[in-house]
């Protein structure tokens, strides 16, 4: 599941996302629009606050082989 994604179905803004993370909302909303990819542990924290529903291929833009 893509960041924007999670943070919809959970109901989440850029602000209360950051606060999950500790970050703040400017760079979430980057993160969430892929415009930056996040430090790797920015994505662990992510991971471990979407139990997982967010994985860090997703974060990193990483696609699976065919």
């Known amino acids: ?3 924007a994604d999670y943070m919809a ?5 850029d602000h ?3 606060a999950k993370i500790g970050r703040s909302r400017v ?3 980057r ?3 892929g415009v ?3 430090s790797s542990q920015t994505v ?3 991971v471990e606050v979407s139990d ?3 994985t860090a291929n997703e974060l990193l833009q990483i696609e699976a082989a065919p």
């Open 44 to 46: 662990k924290r992510i």
């Open 16 to 18: 209360e996302m950051g």
């Open 31 to 33: 993160y969430r629009r």
């Open 1 to 3: 599941m893509h960041l």
């Open 36 to 38: 930056k990819i996040p």
């Open 52 to 54: 997982g529903a967010v």
């Open 27 to 29: 760079a979430v909303s």
């Open 9 to 13: 179905a959970k109901g989440l803004d």
